[in-house]
């Protein structure tokens, strides 16, 4: 990153208020590095676009902070299946911390996707497997919405709404549950992250069996009630039942802002009007977690107190 922009990031990055005014003023002073491979200052390797949405905060620090600083603080063991992987950069901060026998499984339909992730797992020291699959409810060839939108790369769909840019192509969905044993059937699932843009329950009709094994230890899926219907969360109780607490990933502070586990219940859940990102914790897991000191789990803990 060029030497300028490293304040701005690093401002960013640690969650100082204001942030989109100190890039606004360093911007007047140097531009983004369009076109090119930058390594941030957090040693994320990335392909800079200073159109893409994407690109472009994460760059400025500020892409999804209170959910990779979550990410990062973890440290797994297990496999970890990234479902709507993008770029990578929730896969690379999930395995900054974790142990380098955690393995992974990236799925990632859009091929405008490939360069940036394929430039991120090579700087990985974990093994694992980049697929080119969309994730859902059946195993077979379905449209994807939106690949090759210059202004945001992570918003293919396999729902298609008005708000859709780009070109349309077939790719091949599969279910977790079809996956599983060719890749992790019988181990442990450390994490599972689902990002895929308003297809989540699509995503939960093809995982059911994982889902109710209980194998998996911590969930982080994003709630879109933007693009529907969110009653698919009932759906997810039912499979997982009392074994997992609830959460909303949020971000608090004044002038510092960190990420924080809010405890949530599923009507509550259900109704929020926003975007969000929900957390499911295996109980023994959060209590394991609690006994490190982890210092977001403790905080959540004390919500009960």
């Known amino acids: 990153m060029p030497l300028l922009h490293r304040f701005p990031f690093w401002y960013s990055w640690n969650g100082f208020r204001g942030s989109q005014f100190i890039w606004a003023i360093f911007g007047i002073f140097q531009k983004l590095p369009d076109a090119k491979i930058i390594q941030l200052p957090n040693s994320f390797p990335m392909i800079v ?49 974790s142990s380098k026998d955690t393995g992974y499984l990236a799925f990632e339909p859009s091929k405008q996707c490939a360069p940036g992730l394929n430039l991120v797992t090579s700087h990985l020291h974990n093994e694992g497997r980049v697929l080119s ?84 230890e911590i969930i982080v899926m994003e709630v879109s009630p933007n693009f529907g219907d969110v009653s698919y969360l009932r759906t997810i109780k039912g499979l997982v039942g009392a074994r997992y607490d609830w959460f909303a990933l949020e971000e608090i502070g004044k002038f510092k802002r960190n990420p924080s586990l809010d405890r949530i219940s599923l009507d509550a859940s259900i109704n929020r009007p926003r975007q969000w990102n929900l957390v499911l914790i295996r109980v023994d897991i959060f209590e394991n977690y609690c006994k490190l000191k982890h210092p977001i789990f403790l905080n959540a803990k004390n919500q009960l107190q």
């Open 133 to 216: 699959y969309a994730i859902g409810d059946t195993d077979g060839n379905q449209a994807l919405h939106g690949i090759e939108n210059p202004f945001h790369s992570g918003g293919a769909s396999l729902i298609e709404h008005s708000g859709l840019r780009g070109e349309t192509e077939l790719v091949e969905v599969r279910k977790l549950d079809s996956l599983a044993a060719a890749f992790f059937e019988g181990q442990s699932v450390a994490l599972l992250k689902i990002d895929t843009e308003g297809y989540e329950s699509h995503v939960i009709d093809g995982a059911k069996n994982l889902l109710e094994s209980g194998k998996v």
């Open 49 to 97: 676009s200073e159109r893409d949405w994407i690109s472009k905060t994460i760059y400025q620090g500020t892409y999804e902070r209170p959910l990779l600083h979550f990410l990062k603080s973890l440290v797994l063991t297990n496999v970890m299946l990234d479902v709507g992987a993008n770029i990578g950069v929730t896969l690379w901060h999930t395995l900054r911390n």
